[in-house]
């Protein structure tokens, strides 16, 4: 069942004085629900601009997106912002959690503003923490924690929000090659047993090694198979 | 510190309404004097118990055996109660002159020390009178007085009315009128009832008037002090938007996570600006107990400023940098610093609402 549709989707940054960059040009993509997919390309080639459009967090120049059932153009910033907080859920690459926070507060940052109850926020972040193995963690603060602690942090928040897909840009770019295979097993695990739909960008090899659908993007636009054979 | 050269020059020479001959300005001379009888009387009716001061001025010679000096001859009513304070207050050494004393003569220090004598010194005083003689009489020092006020402390030689009427020759006469109302706000309604009542050939004016310079003064000092507290409040203005500023424009990254992770525009904006009110009433806090003690220590140990000279004295300046605690300074200080907090919150603000999520990511 198609969970993600992009139709013609092209974003062209158009600063004043400087020739206008198509970052994603004429996108159009289908990603089923339950699967693994991986954003595949060069830097430059557009993939993060791509997941970035896709989440709700950047508005495309023209084309439509629809992520379960819902047309993306037509939201509002308060609609957008909804659905950011109840469809989507960001694996950055730069982990991104809120520095002020411990791990537990960021893990549990979504569900607050969910309105999910206390006690059910309790039980979801000892499950998911014993599960990424980071029980242990959930007071310290982003500062004090490795790369890898923090990009399970992350997954971890990304998760607890219940979304219908987690985009994750590059999350094994700032991580060693052993932090990287756990935590792409890590989300491997997640996709077959809990059935996430997960889209992740990369061009590390591990990641499209262990991918289901690989998408290959270039310039901007996804390539077809018999391209990406050349 | 203009405020003590006026107070000075009230209280212990013109009082706050002069009244006096309108020639007299120009010509300080014993045929421009006023009637005492008929003048008290007139300004009586208009002020009823206010306190006055009746005052005979003429310009003399005072001389010892070895030394002699120009001076201005002050004959006082010396059974005046409140109207003498400010010259009561300035007595350092003697005694003030009794009511029935036809001898004595108060003169200031400074000029004690230009003639060299001391309490108790026998000297002559010489003037013309009314009618064009030169007379003199002999008295003795009875005090030594210091009134920062150089007019007083070197060029008076204060003594019974009575007595500086009798050796003028100018029985009833008197120069000047100070007045010492209670309430000084209503002044210029005085200055002009009195005018009435004593017709053109009698000037009535207030202290301004009077000393023209020391209004003129009070009024720069005024804008000066405007001007300097515009200067401190700015600056401290700058500062708390400075501070909260750079405090969440660091933090532009850390808002645009929340943005991203479906946080509303909403909620951002008014965490931006509880932060930044917090951080700022803290701040108020601290600084207001923290200056409320300075202030309060400066009060009991004020800043000697008299080894510096005798400058400020000279003029009439308190010798130490006087400090006050007013409400209104609290009140100023937290419009100024809510006023500049909201500007401050409103700028991270205005460009979190411009940024989408991922700007808000990059943002540097």
Redesign the interface.
């Known amino acids: 069942m198609c969970l993600l549709e992009t139709l013609n989707l092209c974003k062209v940054y158009d600063a004043k004085g400087l020739i206008p960059l198509t970052a994603v040009d004429s996108v159009n993509l289908r990603v089923e629900r339950g699967s693994f997919s991986v954003l595949s390309g060069p830097s430059g080639s557009g993939k993060t601009t791509l997941l970035n459009l896709i989440g709700g967090l950047d508005r495309p120049s023209s084309g439509a997106i629809t992520l379960a059932g819902q047309e993306l153009s037509s939201l509002q910033e308060k609609e957008l912002s909804s659905f950011r907080l109840h469809s989507v859920g960001f694996v950055f690459q730069a982990y991104n959690l809120v520095p002020v926070l411990t791990a537990r507060e960021n893990i549990e940052y979504v569900m607050i503003l969910q309105g999910v109850s206390e006690s059910l926020r309790n039980e979801k972040v000892q499950d998911v923490s014993k599960r990424l193995g980071i029980h242990e963690l959930l007071d310290r603060m982003p500062s004090e924690m490795s790369g890898g602690q923090q990009q399970r942090v992350a997954v971890a928040r990304a998760l607890l929000g219940d979304p219908e897909i987690i985009l994750a840009d590059e999350p094994t770019a700032n991580l060693d090659s052993h932090n990287s295979r756990l935590l792409l097993e890590m989300m491997r695990e997640l996709n077959e047993t809990q059935g996430t739909t997960f889209l992740i960008s990369s061009h590390d090899p591990m990641v499209l090694e262990m991918s289901g659908e690989k998408i290959l993007l270039r310039d901007g636009k996804v390539l077809d198979e018999a391209q990406t054979s050349h | 510190m203009v405020e003590s050269i006026v107070e000075n020059a009230i209280e212990k020479d013109c009082g706050y309404v002069v009244i006096e001959n309108t020639a007299f300005r120009d010509d300080r001379t014993l045929s421009n004097s006023l009637e005492s009888g008929p003048t008290l009387s007139k300004i009586s009716k208009v002020i009823g118990e206010t306190p006055l001061l009746a005052r005979l001025l003429c310009q003399g010679l005072i001389q010892t055996a070895l030394s002699g000096k120009g001076i201005e001859l002050v004959g006082l009513n010396l059974s005046n109660g409140r109207e003498l304070r400010g010259l009561r207050e300035s007595l350092v050494e003697g005694s003030f002159l009794k009511s029935d004393d036809s001898r004595g003569v108060l003169i200031g220090r400074s000029l004690a020390n230009d003639l060299g004598v001391q309490i108790g010194a026998k000297l002559v005083i010489r003037a013309q009178s009314l009618d064009g003689e030169l007379t003199a009489s002999a008295v003795r020092v009875r005090g030594l007085l210091d009134a920062s006020n150089p007019r007083v402390d070197s060029m008076s030689v204060f003594l019974g009315l009575d007595h500086l009427q009798a050796l003028l020759k100018s029985p009833g006469k008197i120069s000047q009128v100070g007045l010492f109302p209670a309430r000084v706000d209503q002044l210029d309604i005085l200055v002009e009832k009195l005018s009435l009542e004593l017709g053109d050939k009698v000037r009535v004016e207030t202290w301004e008037g009077y000393y023209p310079a020391f209004a003129i003064g009070e009024e720069m000092m005024d804008m000066v002090n405007l001007i300097l507290v515009s200067i401190a409040f700015l600056a401290v203005g700058l500062g708390v938007f400075d501070v909260i500023l750079i405090s969440m424009l660091d933090r532009m990254r850390?808002f645009g996570?929340?943005?991203?992770?479906?946080?509303?525009?909403s909620k951002i904006r008014n965490l931006i600006v509880l932060e930044g009110l917090i951080l700022g009433f803290v701040g108020y806090v601290i600084g207001a107990i923290g200056g409320s003690i300075l202030l309060w220590y400066f009060h009991i140990n004020p800043m000697d400023l008299s080894v510096f000279g005798n400058g400020p004295k000279t003029f009439g300046m308190i010798p130490y940098i006087p400090t006050a605690i007013h409400l209104e300074y609290y009140l100023r200080c937290f419009i100024i610093l809510t006023f500049a907090m909201l500007i401050s919150c409103s700028i991270p603000v205005y460009i979190l609402k411009k940024l989408?999520?991922?700007q808000s990511?990059r943002f540097v």
Request: charged content about 5%; cysteine-free.
């Open positions: 850390e996570i929340l943005l991203a992770l479906g946080t509303p525009y989408n999520p991922v990511l």
